[in-house]
């Protein structure tokens, strides 16, 4: 079977899948990169391993090319990407051939569900997405509240499946991560990301200031940059808190992944407008205790409340920090659900088993059927609906 993946660009959250599609298909899998990856993701270091990648097509640099690809694969996965018009086009000719396909999406309205009422919105969905509804075209969810978007707007009934992202899965020896962890007396919790609004790094400040009143040992690290940068610094500087909690800036994902295995606790305060969040993945696979926004995307699929992970819900300063000091103050449910995290991520949600069950559910779909797992990646996606729970 020929697969191929056409979306925006390639990241470094999509090559361990990307790697394991080409290698469980033995080289008949391609990545077709639709424009240029942004200055600002470059700086990060998100494209540095592109150019050795020898599946990856460039649609800018070979249209012709990626056309006639996309139209003679056996299956052909549709990201996001700003040439909208041409992903229509391409979308139909694909369609007219009745050949499968599947589309892979995050939320339609993170900003509110409302906006599904606007006509001009539902039009453009409709085009999009929704006159697809019977022809043989599948969903793939990155995000636990992908299906509800799609529900309203009537788009691929009962057929939508639980997907997400995937960065690289590290396999560690018995004992080996916890001996990783810093062993210094304190407790010490990992941020990681842009300094944005709907990704509440204040809530880690008040954190903060809240344990030295409490007294407790602990050490805060911050990883990332942004526009709240300058005014989050002075707020641990007029606080007192610079002993307590270090900057790191912006660092490569290798720097991250250390931090990860160094730190007890990782702290997730992304709101609904986090589409998935893929630092969930890594911190749970560093064997670190979470404690995470419900609203995010990653988090209903990837997180059992009390077995691999703590939630919170609602953008609640009060319940979350109230979950972290729980697992400041009890040292052995940090390690457990650290463990059962790791597990989550060694077992199911990784690149390599997601690999194999889209590639088993493409070759059902070849032969007429619809064959969804019965859990992880590629399940069928229930109807969660955003701040129920």
């Known amino acids: 079977m020929r697969l191929t993946f056409v979306s925006n660009y390639i990241n470094h959250h999509q090559i361990p899948f990307s790697n394991a599609c080409y290698q469980e298909l033995e080289g008949e899998y391609f990545f077709i990169q639709t424009e240029p990856m942004e200055d600002e993701r470059i700086a990060m270091g998100w494209g540095k391993e592109v150019g050795k990648l020898s599946y990856v097509r460039y649609l800018y640099q070979e249209a012709q090319q990626c056309e006639k690809l996309i139209l003679e ?5 549709f990201g996001w990407s700003n040439e909208e018009i041409w992903m229509d086009g391409i979308i139909q000719k694909r369609m007219a051939l009745g050949k499968p396909a599947l589309r892979m999406s995050e939320r339609l309205y993170k900003e509110g569900r409302w ?6 919105g539902l039009w453009k969905k409709y ?3 929704t006159r697809y509804r019977k022809q043989p075209m599948y969903l793939l969810c990155a995000g636990a509240y992908v299906a509800s978007d799609f529900r309203l707007i009537g788009a691929y009934p009962d057929k939508m499946l639980r997907f997400g992202y995937f960065p690289e899965t590290l396999s560690y020896a018995e004992g080996q991560l ?14 990681a990301g842009r300094f944005i609004p709907y990704k509440h790094p204040e809530f880690v400040i008040n954190l903060g200031e809240e344990l030295k009143q409490e007294q407790e040992k602990f ?3 911050m990883v990332g940059g942004g526009v709240l940068e300058e005014q989050l610094k002075a707020q641990v500087k007029n606080r007192g808190l610079e002993e307590v909690i270090t900057f790191h800036g912006f660092a490569a994902p290798g720097q991250v992944r250390e931090l990860m295995e160094q730190c007890h606790i990782y702290l997730f305060t992304s709101n609904q ?9 890594e911190a749970m696979n560093s064997g670190c205790g979470i404690v995470a926004s419900q609203e995010a995307g990653a988090v209903p699929y990837l997180i059992r409340h009390g077995e691999n992970g703590l939630v919170y819900h609602k953008d609640s300063y009060q319940e979350f920090a109230g979950l972290v000091k729980q697992l400041v103050r009890d040292r052995e449910l940090t390690a457990r659900l650290g463990q059962q995290a790791y597990q989550t991520i060694i077992n199911q949600w990784n690149a390599e088993h997601a ?6 559910f493409g070759k059902a779909l070849l032969e ?5 797992a019965q859990e992880g990646p590629l399940s069928k996606a229930p109807i969660l609906i955003p701040g129920k729970g």
């Open 273 to 281: 407008d986090e589409g998935w969040g893929a630092v969930v993945n």
């Open 368 to 372: 007429g059927q619809i064959a969804p």
């Open 73 to 77: 694969s056996d299956l052909v996965v």
């Open 219 to 221: 050490h805060i690290h």
């Open 127 to 129: 085009r999009q997405y």
């Open 178 to 191: 916890e001996d990783r962890k810093l062993q210094d007396g304190r407790v010490h919790l990992l941020w």
């Open 355 to 360: 690999a194999k069950e889209l590639i088993r």
């Open 115 to 120: 906006k599904f009422l606007s006509p001009r």
